[in-house]
């Protein structure tokens, strides 16, 4: 396998670990905030259908599944810069170092998320959430990123 595919693959996997995590992490806040777990994850589609995609809490393809796909893009990119920054860590089974590239990345990500984009290109969590449950948002993108790049086969779990 090429290097290029081992990134690939490895962003893949740690992406997927990340947006599942990232999604759980907004559901329960939404959950316990506003008493909806699927309003955070609509406000992310307000990239596609602007603002008025933050005030739907049901569960519908054109909020919901908008906001989980553009989620898990936003997610899944920002897992592809840990493992070309940060995924030699893993391949050392470096947990700390893991750990604190997680950290980086993620601040980095809410840097650019609510500092640099246009407004429009915010993630939208903001729009449903206090800033205690972003950063638990962020938090969890953090341990996410190192824990998906960790567990990966031939890392530091034994390959299958």
């Known amino acids: 396998m090429t290097d290029y595919s081992k990134l690939v693959e490895h962003t893949l996997f740690t992406g997927v670990a990340a947006t ?21 994850i609509n406000a992310v589609s307000h990239i596609a ?11 519908s393809w054109q ?5 989980l796909a553009l989620n898990a893009a936003a997610v899944t990119s920002w897992a592809g810069v840990y493992e070309v920054f940060c995924g030699r860590t893993a391949d050392r ?4 170092g893991a750990l604190l590239g997680g950290a980086l990345v993620s601040a980095v990500a809410y840097v650019t998320d609510y500092h640099v984009v246009p407004r429009r290109l915010t993630p939208g969590f903001e729009k449903r959430l206090s ?8 938090t969890a993108l953090a ?15 034994p390959k299958a």
Do not use: M
Not at 20 to 40: D, K, M, W
Not at 131 to 138: A, K
Not at 143 to 157: E, F, I, K, N, W
């Open 20 to 40: 599942a995590a990232t999604t759980l992490a907004v559901s329960i806040c939404g959950a316990l905030e506003e008493g909806n777990a699927i309003a955070p």
């Open 49 to 59: 259908w602007a603002d008025k995609a933050a005030h739907q809490t049901d569960a």
């Open 63 to 67: 909020y919901t599944a908008v906001g």
């Open 93 to 96: 089974k470096d947990i700390a």
């Open 131 to 138: 800033n205690r449950s972003l950063f638990g948002v962020y």
């Open 143 to 157: 341990l996410s990123l190192a824990a998906g790049s960790l567990v990966q086969p031939g890392r530091l779990l």
